[in-house]
């Protein structure tokens, strides 16, 4: 039997941005580059006075980036760049990748309008609120540091509602797709059992590289890396994927022979992170495909790694920081590796596999839903309308919240009549867990908002439950999710770009200006 990793989940791909704000202090927690205001689009051409002075750079589909949001984008880009010490890309290189970064942008901003995600100040607010919090200050103190770091407030609550509003693009079409099921968690327990040091990403040295060393777990292990991606095109063929490894392959020779990295990624990378030097942030182990986890598996800080090949293209791999899971270090024993220490408490999941620690009692909750998902035809306010309706219908004795999950909702347990079964504490996104938490046995929510759409919630009935058995197999299903969860965005995002119209008339530009050289 398959059963998927629920939609309502709460992931560690979810609220990208609020996890990054929560671990590093406020003042470093800076928005993306912000674009001036969009161009007109293919249907409405800018004034004749306009086009002399602000020219068309690119077409996404119905929109129009124009010349003028490049120039903006790339002065801000420039000046990120140098705060962060990484050397400025020359001019037609940056506007290059200025605009690739913009075209993505738009292209996502446009699904999320088709599929009718938005947000609005309240969860703006809400947002910088839990900021706030995980960063034990005040908003008014917040907002201090942020202004402190040069970035306007209004600026920064622009920023973090686009981040806001892509989380949740994210959420609602990749995330909700990935399906785990109960033999793939068989499978990876019975490999964990078999081999401890799987999860250590052990393997074979990289070329040049020292041996691999043994490790005495001090915690989850947390990677920081950057990549240079040399993506490859949909349907490229095998002399344009010989000549994109080629020029791979003298990005590295290039990083041996003491190139900057950082400045690398900025000129040459494909990835969308290459203006912030290519760096991609912090993740558990567990959180990186497995990929990358071998081929950085015997790379210190500092290290670059081979070309690997993904379906995206080639990429070259950059350890920035290892932390946690190795207190210390010592000659590789394949015959006698060292034990993982248990830790005091349960890790949370995501951060490594929980040792026996005997009976862990929680307080589980059964639950159903009604999910009713926001669209270009669906709006926020017609969807919690129709969901009032029905609670209405059900609270009346019309109707039951079975019945009426199997009639509306849009999720997947609909024909089970929106049954979640037992739901542990820190399953649920916390909007949906809080509403299910305030509610009585019996109990009918109003509308709940989520990630994911709105919901009504009715509780069933509780119980103390003893989850030590669950507790492995749901730590596993987190970490093959985890696992799968960024691939399948990139692939989404360039099936995104491949069904786009994309007349980029800036590279056409540069490219003649180049051939007339």
């Given at each position: 039997?398959?059963?998927?990793?629920?939609?309502?989940?709460?992931?560690?791909?979810?609220?990208?941005?609020?996890?990054?704000?929560?671990?590093?202090?406020?003042?470093?927690?800076?928005?993306?580059?912000?674009?001036?205001?969009?161009?007109?689009?293919?249907?409405?051409?800018?004034?004749?006075?306009?086009?002399?002075?602000?020219?068309?750079?690119?077409?996404?589909?119905?929109?129009?980036?124009?010349?003028?949001?490049v120039d903006s984008a790339a002065k801000n880009a420039v000046a990120d760049l140098t705060r962060r010490g990484i050397q400025v890309p020359p001019?037609?290189?940056?506007?290059?990748?200025?605009?690739?970064?913009?075209?993505?942008?738009?292209?996502?901003?446009?699904?999320?309008?088709?599929?009718?995600?938005?947000?609005?100040?309240?969860?703006?607010?809400?947002?910088?609120?839990?900021?706030?919090?995980?960063?034990?200050?005040?908003?008014?103190?917040?907002?201090?540091?942020?202004?402190?770091?040069?970035?306007?407030?209004?600026?920064?609550?622009?920023?973090?509602?686009?981040?806001?509003?892509?989380?949740?693009?994210?959420?609602?079409?990749?995330?909700?797709?990935?399906?785990?099921?109960?033999?793939?968690?068989?499978?990876?327990?019975?490999?964990?059992?078999?081999?401890?040091?799987?999860?250590?990403?052990?393997?074979?040295?990289?070329?040049?590289?020292?041996?691999?060393?043994?490790?005495?777990?001090?915690?989850?292990?947390?990677?920081?890396?950057?990549?240079?991606?040399?993506?490859?095109?949909?349907?490229?063929?095998?002399?344009?994927?010989?000549?994109?490894?080629?020029?791979?392959?003298?990005?590295?020779?290039?990083?041996?022979?003491?190139?900057?990295?950082?400045?690398?990624?900025?000129?040459?990378?494909?990835?969308?992170?290459?203006?912030?030097?290519?760096?991609?942030?912090?993740?558990?182990?567990?959180?990186?495909?497995?990929?990358?986890?071998?081929?950085?598996?015997?790379?210190?800080?500092?290290?670059?790694?081979?070309?690997?090949?993904?379906?995206?293209?080639?990429?070259?791999?950059?350890?920035?920081?290892?932390?946690?899971?190795?207190?210390?270090?010592?000659?590789?024993?394949?015959?006698?590796?060292?034990?993982?220490?248990?830790?005091?408490?349960?890790?949370?999941?995501?951060?490594?596999?929980?040792?026996?620690?005997?009976?862990?009692?929680?307080?589980?909750?059964?639950?159903?839903?009604?999910?009713?998902?926001?669209?270009?035809?669906?709006?926020?306010?017609?969807?919690?309308?129709?969901?009032?309706?029905?609670?209405?219908?059900?609270?009346?004795?019309?109707?039951?919240?079975?019945?009426?999950?199997?009639?509306?909702?849009?999720?997947?347990?609909?024909?089970?009549?929106?049954?979640?079964?037992?739901?542990?504490?820190?399953?649920?996104?916390?909007?949906?867990?809080?509403?299910?938490?305030?509610?009585?046995?019996?109990?009918?929510?109003?509308?709940?908002?989520?990630?994911?759409?709105?919901?009504?919630?009715?509780?069933?009935?509780?119980?103390?439950?003893?989850?030590?058995?669950?507790?492995?197999?749901?730590?596993?299903?987190?970490?093959?999710?985890?696992?799968?969860?960024?691939?399948?965005?990139?692939?989404?995002?360039?099936?995104?770009?491949?069904?786009?119209y994309i007349d980029n008339r800036l590279e056409k530009q540069l490219n003649i200006d180049q051939n007339?050289?």
């Open positions: 039997m398959m059963r998927s990793l629920h939609t309502l989940r709460r992931l560690s791909g979810n609220l990208l941005v609020l996890t990054a704000c929560a671990s590093v202090p406020v003042a470093y927690a800076q928005p993306k580059p912000q674009s001036a205001k969009p161009g007109p689009t293919a249907t409405q051409p800018a004034k004749q006075g306009d086009q002399t002075v602000d020219g068309i750079a690119a077409i996404v589909n119905k929109d129009v980036i124009t010349l003028r949001e001019q037609d290189i940056l506007r290059r990748q200025v605009l690739q970064s913009l075209i993505m942008e738009r292209i996502q901003v446009q699904e999320a309008d088709r599929m009718g995600i938005r947000i609005n100040d309240a969860q703006v607010d809400q947002a910088i609120a839990g900021i706030a919090e995980r960063n034990r200050m005040s908003v008014p103190n917040m907002r201090i540091e942020v202004e402190k770091s040069g970035i306007k407030w209004d600026q920064y609550r622009k920023s973090l509602a686009q981040d806001l509003r892509m989380n949740r693009l994210r959420q609602r079409a990749v995330d909700s797709q990935i399906m785990i099921s109960d033999a793939e968690v068989d499978a990876f327990l019975k490999d964990q059992q078999n081999n401890p040091a799987a999860r250590a990403g052990a393997g074979a040295p990289a070329p040049g590289q020292p041996a691999p060393q043994t490790r005495v777990q001090s915690g989850p292990e947390q990677i920081a890396l950057g990549q240079i991606l040399v993506r490859v095109p949909e349907g490229s063929s095998s002399d344009q994927v010989a000549a994109l490894r080629n020029k791979a392959e003298s990005i590295l020779a290039r990083l041996k022979q003491g190139a900057d990295f950082a400045s690398l990624a900025a000129e040459s990378s494909d990835g969308p992170e290459a203006l912030q030097g290519g760096v991609m942030g912090a993740r558990p182990i567990d959180g990186w495909p497995d990929l990358f986890v071998k081929a950085v598996a015997s790379l210190q800080p500092g290290q670059v790694s081979g070309v690997i090949q993904s379906g995206n293209g080639f990429h070259i791999l950059k350890v920035l920081d290892r932390a946690g899971g190795a207190s210390a270090a010592a000659p590789a024993q394949p015959a006698q590796p060292a034990a993982p220490q248990a830790p005091a408490v349960a890790p949370q999941p995501g951060q490594g596999m929980p040792a026996n620690q005997g009976p862990v009692q929680v307080t589980q909750t059964h639950a159903r839903h009604i999910l009713v998902k926001t669209s270009a035809v669906m709006s926020d306010d017609q969807a919690r309308q129709r969901l009032e309706q029905i609670r209405q219908r059900v609270i009346n004795g019309g109707a039951s919240f079975a019945d009426m999950a199997r009639q509306y909702s849009e999720d997947n347990n609909a024909p089970q009549g929106g049954d979640l079964g037992w739901v542990n504490p820190g399953e649920m996104v916390p909007a949906f867990e809080q509403a299910m938490n305030a509610l009585a046995v019996g109990g009918i929510s109003e509308p709940v908002l989520s990630p994911f759409g709105w919901h009504l919630i009715q509780v069933e009935e509780r119980r103390e439950h003893d989850v030590s058995d669950e507790l492995q197999r749901m730590q596993a299903r987190q970490i093959l999710f985890e696992r799968r969860a960024e691939p399948a965005f990139e692939d989404w995002l360039e099936q995104l770009r491949n069904g786009a007339n050289r």
